[in-house]
């Protein structure tokens, strides 16, 4: 027997809770792990409460990441005693996930854990973390480099934006940090934000084209952020859009894109390729202040997960929470 999160749909109605559960509730897949650590992502808030249809399939162990030790193996690319990670792939959605125990999956859902960062580290970096990452590539490709302007992060307080904050200053960019408390400041001044923003600049309906400002933009909220941040990027600058904390929409116009060049890049980390993954991982292994994630992170066992979803989607999480399966 081992605990885990279970996320069920019946007559009753949608509800989440901790259960202990046998091996037959696991899926099909090559490789079980022992799992060490979990996270809560946004997409775990919305999984957890139900405010979102995240999980397809009933009844499912939520959590869309884990890190661990592989407990058995059908696949030669890993054997017992490896530590590996996992984000994505419909985990936690149709698949059942890293909030328990246990977990099994398919052998090319996994990287091996990289070089210098443990199982818990890897979990405080988590989807978030690893979606900041991904923006930051996007950027970089981009042809985006430190003294090109200011990089705006909307949803500084929030995972992906306090680690793309840490990211971009460790990275030698001007960081300018969007927040809706705006007395988490000195805060977000010391992961490495030189300015910090009121969230209300950005998420009222704002016209097509606005003064010329950012070099690039990380957005994790979307709707009418999203659609300001575009309208005050810099001729030929790019914005990486990842999230949609304030909505789904996208009220906005083509001008900034026609008239100013700029670009919209869309950062998908669920089904990134492998390759990509590799990458980001790689990067945040070597990139990412780990001091600086320590500071942003808050441990939490598996009986806390279900009340801090509703409190990650109510805003009152700051920075990345870590679940100690164990504890």
């Not at 988590?126 to 003294?147: D, F, I, K, N, S």
């Not at 009121?198 to 933009?217: I, M, N």
């Not at 001729?235 to 670009?263: E, H, K, N």
């Not at 990412?288 to 992170?297: G, N, R, S, V, W």
Request: glycine letters at 12%; aromatic letters at 6%.
């Amino acid at each position: 027997m081992f605990k885990a999160i279970v996320v069920e749909k019946d007559e009753a109605g949608y509800r989440a809770g901790l259960k202990s559960v046998d091996d037959s509730t696991l899926p099909p897949g090559e490789v079980t792990v022992r799992v060490e650590y979990s996270t809560l992502n946004y997409k775990d808030g919305l999984a957890l409460t139900g405010k979102s249809p995240v999980v397809r399939k009933f009844p499912l162990h939520a959590g869309i990441d884990f890190a661990g030790t592989v407990e058995a193996s059908d696949d030669p690319r890993y054997r017992p005693g490896d530590r590996v990670v996992l984000n994505g792939w419909g985990v936690g959605e149709s698949h059942s996930g890293g909030l328990a125990q246990k977990a099994r999956v398919k052998a090319d859902w996994l990287l091996p854990l990289p070089a210098g960062l443990t199982t818990r580290q890897a979990m405080a970096i988590g989807t978030a973390g690893y979606t900041a990452m991904l923006c930051v590539l996007a950027l970089e490709r981009h042809g985006l480099q430190p003294g090109a302007g200011d990089i705006l992060v909307t949803g500084a307080n929030g995972g992906v934006g306090s680690v793309a904050i840490a990211l971009l200053s460790k990275l030698g960019f001007r960081v300018v940090a969007s927040t809706g408390r705006p007395q988490e400041a000195e805060f977000l001044k010391g992961l490495g934000a030189a300015e910090v923003i009121a969230r209300d600049e950005l998420s009222a309906p704002g016209k097509p084209l606005a003064k010329e400002r950012w070099a690039g933009v990380v957005d994790s909220v979307g709707s009418h952020t999203l659609a300001n941040a575009c309208a005050a990027t810099r001729y030929g600058g790019a914005v990486a859009a990842c999230g949609l904390a304030q909505g789904m929409d996208f009220p906005g116009s083509v001008a900034p894109f026609i008239l100013r060049g700029v670009t919209l890049y869309g950062i998908d980390s669920v089904m990134a390729p492998l390759a990509v993954r590799r990458a980001a991982w790689d990067r945040l292994a070597r990139d990412l202040d780990l001091a600086k994630l320590e500071a942003i992170t808050h441990e939490i066992g598996l009986a806390e997960v279900v009340q801090a979803g509703s409190d990650l989607l109510a805003g009152s999480v700051r920075g990345r929470l870590v679940v100690n399966v164990d504890a």
